[in-house]
């Protein structure tokens, strides 16, 4: 067993070097003199809480961001002055969850994209395209196919690609895996295996220990800045260990008391629900009772979320609180009749960057503190309190703008922000995805309150693990339709996968 303080690896075996590396932004010091190896050809995990300082760290190392002080070495080489591109011309690339892809090229051009801008004068183009595309044919991707018709896999894969195409010799993946099936998972990691046996190194930033255990040779955690530990043996290393680094105390996860609603009357009321590839004849949920949505893509889970909150063009009937309506047209109207809704795409429904914390906590909830016009400022400042505390943001106070917050925690931000609305029927898409081991217990603590309150909650989710742990009912979709319903001690990781895959 070797959890320990980095131990210098010999230079040989090094690839990669990060020396006593600091960075300050302004009055936060997110990294405080981090020193690491990176052992050429191996996977090496980058584990921590959010704002832990993972992204400044792999940014520092492919030249996006600058150091406040420290070094970096590749190949024996002291990079002075690192940038994108003296870091990509030193063979390091920093693939992020963004695919940067053009969508009407072929996937060879895609490959060749990263080429172009570098070289000047002469180019053989027949031979490069060439190239490309015997890289893709071992990948199982049509050299000629347009990327736009690539699915999520093969989208990640040309990423990875382009970067080995261009020279890349370490791969940095923030957090590959995100929306990725259980399937789709296993052909990255096949991928990933393969491009290892050919010498590859990467880095691979994850939140899931299940992941970093299953694909990685060594693992680096950070916490509040600094290296906490890691390991160059991570098989000899155990799910519990690994949390214990990142959080620097044991974890207790956190159980849903499941609770058996049978012969409840329902506090929402499904009919006839009838939406492009989505049929649902009845579906009845009772005041505080938490229903999972599970499925692969397109199967209907997602799809039937979306078009109870009047986002995916559905028709059929409603019941909340007693009255029946129409399926809401619009997100507006689903908000108006109780409905809360967080997307996991925080892109687009996200926290806005330059607004504050506690703006973005209080926004959608401000009509409910309006009173003839006025704000009650009073009411206002508690719901931001009761959040900001809630959800443990990592920041100073509830003032400073969210754009300074790591991913992680404007997530946490956008996630307070539909809870403050107090409504009815709570529906969460993926609400734990990229975020860190102990705000994920944190959050579905805080779903499971709100339903012994009386809310009742729709979470929609492709992790097993938080099925088992938070709901009392998964509903597996298919086809547009539920396919099957697992309840009490039927739901577990083993049945889910199976009825999932099936
Ligand atoms: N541009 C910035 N301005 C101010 N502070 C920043 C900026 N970028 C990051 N930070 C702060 O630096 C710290 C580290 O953030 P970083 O994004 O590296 O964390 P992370 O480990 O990648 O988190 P996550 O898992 O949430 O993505 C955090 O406290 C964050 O708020």
Redesign the pocket.
């Known amino acids: 067993m070797t959890i320990h303080e980095r131990r210098d690896l010999a230079a040989t075996d090094a690839i990669l070097q990060v020396e006593d590396v600091t960075k300050t ?2 009055a ?1 010091q ?1 990294l405080r003199g981090v020193t690491l190896s990176i052992r050429r050809g191996a996977i090496h995990g980058l584990l ?10 792999v940014g520092i190392i492919s030249g996006q961001r600058t150091p406040s002080s420290g070094r970096i070495t590749m190949d024996g080489r002291v990079l002075d002055h690192v940038d994108v591109k003296s870091m990509e011309e030193a063979g390091v690339f920093l693939v992020t969850q963004e695919p940067m892809i053009i969508d009407n090229m072929t996937a060879a051009e895609n490959l060749m994209l990263g080429i172009w801008p570098a070289r000047r004068g002469f180019v053989d183009w027949k031979a490069l395209r060439a190239d490309a595309a015997r890289m893709l044919a071992g990948s199982g991707i049509d050299a000629g196919a347009l990327a736009g018709r690539l699915d999520a896999v093969a989208r990640r894969k040309l990423n990875i690609l382009r970067a080995m195409f261009s020279g890349g010799k370490v791969i940095i993946l923030d957090e590959p895996t995100a929306a990725l099936t259980v399937a789709d998972r296993k052909l990255l990691f096949d991928f990933m295996r393969r491009l290892k046996s050919e010498g590859v190194t990467f880095i691979f930033i994850s ?1 899931y220990n299940d992941e970093i255990l299953e694909i990685c040779d060594a693992v680096s955690v ?1 916490r509040d ?1 600094n290296l906490a530990g890691g390991s160059d043996d991570v098989a000899a290393m155990s799910s519990e260990q690994l949390t214990e680094l990142v959080l620097g105390r044991g974890l207790k996860l956190f159980q849903r008391q499941r609770r058996d609603h049978a012969g409840k009357a329902p506090a929402v009321a499904l009919r006839e629900l009838r939406g492009q590839h989505l049929a649902l004849p009845a579906l009845d949920i009772a005041p505080g009772e938490i229903v999972g949505f599970t499925g692969l893509p397109g199967a209907g889970a997602k799809e039937l979320a979306r078009a109870i909150f009047g986002l995916y063009p559905a028709r059929g009937r409603i019941t909340l609180n007693g009255t029946e309506r129409d399926l809401p047209g619009s997100p507006r109207a689903a908000f108006d009749a109780g409905i809360a809704y967080l997307s996991d795409d925080r892109r687009r429904d996200g926290a806005v960057g330059q607004m504050s914390i506690g703006q973005n906590i209080a926004m959608s909830s401000l009509p409910a503190r309006m009173r003839m016009g006025f704000i009650d400022r009073a009411a206002e400042a508690a719901v931001v309190a009761r959040y900001f505390g809630a959800m443990d943001v ?2 100073p106070g509830p003032e400073y703008a969210v ?7 404007q997530q946490k931000v956008c996630l307070g922000r539909v809870l403050a609305t107090d409504p009815r029927l709570l529906i969460v898409d993926e609400p734990t995805r ?1 975020i ?1 081991v102990g705000v994920k217990q944190d959050v579905l603590r805080i779903i499971d309150e709100l339903s012994s309150r009386g809310v009742s909650v729709i979470i929609v989710s492709t992790d097993t693990d938080e099925l088992v742990r938070a709901v009392d009912r998964v509903c597996v979709f298919e086809n547009g339709a539920i396919k099957e319903t697992l309840t009490g001690d039927n739901i577990t990781v083993e049945r889910l996968r199976a009825s999932v895959q099936a």
């Open positions: 932004y302004g936060v997110a921590g809480e959010n704002g832990a300082g993972k992204s400044t760290l939140h950070l800045g990592k920041a754009d300074t917050l790591s991913g992680g925690n990229g860190d």
